[in-house]
C-alpha cells in the first residue's frame, strides 16, 4: 500500500522491497471551474486551458547541477535537466513521456520514467519542479489548481509513495512548485515531498538554486 506523504514527510524506497528497475514519477492535477450561474456559463469568459510542466533537475553528490549541455533560447538543452525541450537524458535512464497541455482525464497527466536502479553513481539527487507555462502573462496560479499530486510507481506498478498538494487561495500568487525529489541513499532512494511555491513561472528561478554560484 503506498505511504501517503505530508510537506516535509519523506520515506525509504528499498531495492529489497520495490522494482527500482524502471520507476514512474507521475503527476496529476485538475483545474476549478468558476460556478457562475446560467448567465456565466452562457456569456462568461471560457477559462484558459492551464499548461502545466514537469521538469526534473539531477544533482550530484555537492547537490548542484553540474551539466546544464547547451544554454540555448530553448533553455539547457543536453545536459542534467529534463524538460519539454530536452526530454531524454544522455545516459539513457531519465526521460519524459510527453507534454499534457490540459490536465483533462483521470490518472498521470504528465510522467517522467527513471531506471532508478541503472542511474550512473554521480547522480545523487533528482529534483522535481512544476510550473505553469506563461502563468504570469495569462493571469493562470496554482489557486485554481486543484487535486494535484505526484506519486511514484515502481516497475511492477505499485505505487510506493504519493504527495498530494492542493493550495487553494494560499496559493494564488504561486505558478511554479518545487513538488519532491528523489535521494540517493543506503539501499535504495528516499522520496521526500517539498511543496514549496514561487511567484515564477519558469523553472529557471528553481534552477540557479541548483547551479553553483
Known amino acids: 500500500m503506498a505511504i501517503s ?17 524502471l520507476v514512474t514519477i507521475g503527476l496529476g492535477w485538475d483545474i476549478r471551474e468558476e460556478k ?22 539531477l544533482c550530484g553528490a555537492d547537490g548542484y547541477v553540474n551539466n546544464l549541455g547547451v544554454v540555448n533560447n530553448k533553455g539547457p538543452v543536453g545536459g542534467d535537466v529534463i524538460f519539454f525541450n530536452s526530454m531524454r537524458h544522455s545516459s539513457g535512464c531519465i526521460w519524459l513521456t510527453g507534454d499534457n497541455r490540459t490536465g483533462a482525464g483521470d490518472g498521470d497527466d504528465e510522467q517522467i520514467i527513471v531506471k532508478l536502479n541503472d542511474l550512473p553513481d554521480a547522480y545523487r539527487k533528482i529534483v522535481f519542479v512544476v510550473q505553469i ?36 487561495a494560499s496559493f494564488s500568487q504561486y505558478c511554479s512548485v518545487l513538488f519532491a525529489e528523489l535521494v540517493r541513499e543506503s539501499g535504495g532512494w528516499k522520496f521526500n515531498a517539498i511543496g514549496s511555491p514561487d511567484s515564477s513561472d519558469t523553472f529557471v528561478t528553481w534552477l540557479k538554486h541548483y547551479v553553483r554560484p
Do not use: H, T, W
Open 5 to 21: 506523504l505530508k510537506k516535509g514527510q519523506g520515506v525509504s524506497l528499498k531495492k529489497n522491497e520495490f522494482d527500482l528497475s
Open 36 to 57: 457562475g450561474g446560467f448567465l456565466g456559463k452562457v456569456f462568461g469568459k471560457k477559462e484558459e486551458d492551464y499548461d502545466l510542466d514537469v521538469i526534473a533537475f
Open 133 to 168: 507555462y506563461d502563468g504570469q502573462k495569462r493571469g493562470q496560479n496554482f489557486g485554481k489548481v486543484q487535486n494535484a499530486f505526484i506519486r511514484a510507481v515502481d516497475n511492477k506498478n505499485r505505487e510506493m509513495a504519493r504527495f498530494d498538494l492542493s493550495g487553494g
